[in-house]
Every structure is written in C-alpha cells, then in structure tokens.
C-alpha cells in the first residue's frame, strides 16, 4: 500500500461505471493533444516523430498518473506496477513522474468515507470507538487506512475500501489495455488476453478484504515466534469485505534506510531476500507486490514489518521447479542450461533464443560475472544494467520476438525483480549466491 505520511488531499473516487469511463475518455483527449503538440513541434525541428516517442513525454506521463491517482482502483494499481522501473527501462524523468502514483495517492473526502463506513458498520459506527481520526495514515489504489482505537481499547489501522474498485477492475483493466493497443506500443500479434484475465482474477482476490485477512493470518502463523519479522494481528469483528481491521504497528518507511550506516541496510534487505526465498520454496505462498511501502521498519529498527497482503497467491511445485533449474544453472554458471531453463519456465521464447542468440548469450555472460564475483552482492553498482538493457532492446526490435511469459511466473518475478530494486534504493550489499547456495542445498533433492 502507498504510504502517506503527511495529510492527504482529499478527491472524491468516481465510483460509477459511467464516472470512470468520463475519466478515461479525458485522458485519451488529453493524450491525443499532447501528441499533436509534441508531433507538430518535432516536425517543426525537421525530425519524423515515431509515435511511441510521441506517447511517452513527460507531459503525457504526468497526464496518466494525474488521471489514474484520481480513479484509484485496477487503473491505478496497473500504473504502479509501471512506476517500479528504476530508470532500466523508462527514462529515470519518466520514471520520476510515474512514482507520484506510490507517493501521492488523493485520499477520500470525509463524507464519502463515512457513507462507506456507514454502509459496513451501520450508522452508529462510531459508538465502537474512543478515537477515528478521519484524516488517512495511508492512502493507495484500492483503500486508504486510518488510525483508530476501540472503546475495550484496542489500537487499530482500519483499511477501508474506495466505492465502486471492485465493481470497474473488469472495465478499468480493459480501458488501460486498449490505451496500450491504440498507442501502438504492444504488437498486436501479442496475446495479453491470457495476463489480462490474470490481472483482473487478483486484483478482484486484492479487493477482497476476508481473502486478505486469511492470508494476514497465514503469514502470523508462517513467521509466529520469529525475531526479525512483525505481522499486525487481525480483527475479525470489525472486518467486512470492504473494511479490514488490524494491529497498528509504529514504524518507518522502509526507504528511510537510505540514512543508515551500509550494515543496517544489508541486513534489513537480507532478511527481506531470505523471506523471498522462503515464500518461493518453503511456504509455497508469496506476497507478490513489491511496493516499498509494503515493508516498514520496526520503532527499534530490528524488525521488518510486513503489510498488505492482499496481493498473496500460491506458488505451485512447477514454478518453484523452474526457479530452482535457473539458479542451479546460474550457480553452475553454464550458459547453456540457463538459456534451457529460462526457456521452459517461460521468460523468452524459443524464436527469440533461436534468432537472437548472441544478444541472449551477452545478457547471461553479464549476469553470470556479476553473480559470479567474490563476496557480496553489491545492489547499488547498476553499471552492468545498461549491457543488458541494450541487448534486450536490441532482441525487442524484432516484434516476433515478444513473448508473455505465464501470468503465475509474472507475478512472482515481479516480487523478484522489486525486492532488487528496493535493495538497489538502499545501495545495499548482500551474499545473494551464498543464500541461495544454502537454500537450494537445504531443499529435498
């Protein structure tokens, strides 16, 4: 969930189909004409603009991430996934507009707040407690949390659903997916259907606040007793489907590390990759969003506090298996079995293996150095990033090769891939092969 720790603005969430449809439609307009102003200005220059170029201006990004922090819900969760990117990929100004979707997220007017209260609780809801401050610790795609303690006093975060998420994911999820196609930036003989249909089955799962709160006792009980882990306990009487009641836990953001002595931050994100690892081959369940502000630190700065788990889903057998083949390749460091393994769990087509060989052969060459050097691994020291980044643009010129690897795969990657990126914010420095070296080992053969 994206953290807010200042007073949040106040916007009212269009819950109505036909409100959020209005919303995409300005967008789409306010695209159109970015494109035609940034188009008629390169030609004025003499330059022949490419439409993806034209698409992605800091002016249009910073209208799509105005545009989806107003309608919250599916359209501004997608959005978030995008706002990750670290630079690798986007344009780091690009990147920068992008991350105003985790920092800045509108919070709900008062009376809307209490007509959903209302709506969940009855009308006297407020007989229940001795405190409810109306103005949101947090506020994020699907809810906003507040801070409140009951009359038996209990000190609580209470997450409440904005109106109308769970109703427009279906819609929202196809509205972002055709600006995708219209903008010409996915070929269109690429099938998302597949992940689209994925996307829309967890974030209805993510909207669930009953679902989430099974899972928030799934991870009380995984990690019950355990020093360096903190999970809020859950409040069955007060949570509904659209309100989930939980402990509040005092702490920091988890980028507050930035400020603290290199030991801190590599043992904070060690404990994270050891988790990762965990959820990937012990528990068989993963929390798979990555969003920094799901992670806060505890007031004593020992212990991870973990939040946010509606995005929690089963990891089968399979891709466990596909894992653990990648990364005893990559310990092996033979190129060969890791271009094998990364074909059949998905990540690249074979074409793309087959056409594009000697760029897949630099990006494995690169890793496997990397990895491969003595002593930790130093997260901060992106220079490597840009071989690969090249090399796969250069595979990404052909449209052929293009591939969507499967949806379960994507999720857990995207765990992956933004528990490196927050260690990358914190610069830190972790023995990545020695920890997987030693889980691997720990596993049945």
């Known amino acids: 969930m994206s953290c807010k720790d200042n007073h949040a603005d ?30 008629a200005r390169r030609l004025a220059e003499g330059k022949r603009p490419r439409l993806d170029e034209l698409l992605l201006t800091p002016g249009n990004v910073a209208r799509v991430a105005d545009r989806l922090s107003h309608l919250r819900g599916a359209a501004m969760k ?6 990750m990117d670290a630079g690798d990929v986007l344009p780091p100004e690009l990147s920068q507009i992008m991350a105003r979707l985790r920092e800045n997220a509108h ?8 007509a959903v209260l209302a709506q969940d609780w009855g009308s006297g809801w407020r007989r229940q407690f001795k405190y409810f401050n109306p103005r949101p610790l947090a506020a994020a795609s699907i809810g906003q949390v507040h801070r409140a303690i009951t009359r038996d006093g209990r000190d609580l975060a209470i997450k409440v659903q904005y109106p109308g998420v769970r109703e427009s994911i279906d819609a929202d999820v196809d509205n972002v997916a055709t ?13 998302i259907a597949p992940l689209l249909a994925e996307a829309k089955q967890q974030l209805h799962e993510e909207a669930d606040y009953q679902r989430e709160a099974m899972q928030l006792r799934a991870y ?3 990690l019950e007793g355990e020093g360096y882990y903190l999970v809020p306990g859950f409040h069955e009487d007060l949570t509904t489907t659209n309100v989930l009641a939980m402990d509040f836990v005092p702490g920091r953001s988890i980028e507050t590390l930035e400020d603290q002595p290199q030991h801190v931050r590599d043992a904070m994100m060690q404990r994270l990759i050891a988790l990762v690892l965990r959820e990937l081959f012990d528990f068989g369940l993963m929390q798979t969003d990555p969003n920094f502000a799901n992670y806060r630190v505890s007031e004593d700065g020992e212990r991870l506090v973990l939040l946010d788990f509606g995005a929690a889903r089963t ?6 298996q596909n894992y653990r083949a990648l990364l005893q390749a990559g310990l092996a460091e033979d190129h060969d079995a890791i271009a094998e393994a990364a074909i059949a769990a998905g990540f690249l087509s074979q074409h793309a293996a087959d056409a594009h060989r000697p760029h897949l052969d630099r990006i494995i060459a690169t890793i496997v150095a990397e990895l491969a050097k003595p002593g930790p691994f130093d997260f901060g020291d992106r220079a490597f990033v840009q071989t690969i980044r090249e090399e796969g643009m250069a595979i990404a010129q052909d449209r052929a090769a293009w591939h969507l690897p499967p949806a379960e795969i994507l999720f857990v990657q995207r765990k992956i891939s933004g528990t490196a990126l927050l260690a990358a914010r ?5 023995d990545v092969r020695a920890m997987v070296e030693e889980k691997l080992g720990s596993l049945p053969a």
């Open 107 to 114: 919070s709900m007017p008062p009376k809307q707040l209490e």
């Open 179 to 191: 600006l995708l196609r219209v903008s010409n930036l996915l070929p269109d003989q690429l099938d």
């Open 220 to 222: 009380g009980t995984l």
């Open 315 to 320: 990891v089968s057998p399979h891709v466990a």
């Open 10 to 39: 106040t916007r009212a969430v269009p819950g109505s189909r036909r409100a959020r449809m209005g919303q995409f439609g300005r967008l789409a307009g306010g695209l159109a004409g970015g494109i035609v102003a940034e188009g």
């Open 426 to 430: 914190l610069k830190a420095k972790v």
């Open 78 to 83: 997608l959005g978030q996934m995008v706002s």
